[in-house]
């Protein structure tokens, strides 16, 4: 009976440092999840916001978005037309392993009827945390909606916010996305999420750092 006492105490100790290590591991997940909740938006009932950042992901090798990032533009390109932002901020990797990022999300918004001229492209927007910093320090962005997967879109939200962006999320759209892809996504970010948090608590630096532009300003004073 010792021994049988003894072995449900250890056990016991094993689930409660078990227990701990689990929350300390997913606190960064849970940041992003609770500093995300009320800003996190469907299309059809998202707020307004002159600006819609859409973060950018894979080019297909004929130079058209991925289904993912497809999903993104169309969404913030019906944002647009339904007059709840104005101008689309593209933000990604302009020399990427898939292609130029920016580039293809602007030809593809310009042939969902998107003026040209409301498309400003951010070429260095290298990660979640680089597109947020650079949209407030060289695009001069205070508030915008965030247009990314569900995924994703507690995380993109959170960074932004830390930032002093005024972001709510719009959760895009993902047809054809099948359910291992979304959980395969949904565990990368939650992993991510450890990096998020990190490079928020210091204060990373972009890795690319740009002058101030005057562009999404412009395209703003468009009537």
Known sequence: MA???KWRRRLLWLAIV??????????????????????VYGESDAPTAEVAIVLGTEVLPDGQPS????????????????????????????GGVSGD?????????????IDARRVVSDPYGLDTYDSCVRARDVYGVDRALIVTQSYHLSRAVTLCRHLDVDA????ARCDGCGT????E???????ACGKAAWDA??????AVDSPESSAVTDALKLS
């Open 101 to 113: 990022e920016p580039a293809a999300m602007t030809r593809y918004l310009t042939g969902l009827g």
């Open 18 to 39: 078990a227990a701990a290590a689990t929350l300390a591991a997913s606190s960064p997940w849970l940041w992003t999840e609770i500093s995300a909740y009320d800003h």
């Open 185 to 191: 996504k949904a565990v990368r970010d939650y992993l």
């Open 67 to 94: 289904t993912r990032l497809a999903g993104r533009l169309q969404t913030a390109a019906e944002l647009v037309h339904s007059g709840r932002a104005r101008v689309i901020l593209v933000s990604g990797d302009g």
């Open 180 to 183: 291992a892809l979304l959980a």
């Open 201 to 206: 608590v210091r204060g990373r630096p972009p």
């Open 3 to 5: 021994k049988r006492s």
């Open 168 to 171: 709510d999320g719009v959760a």
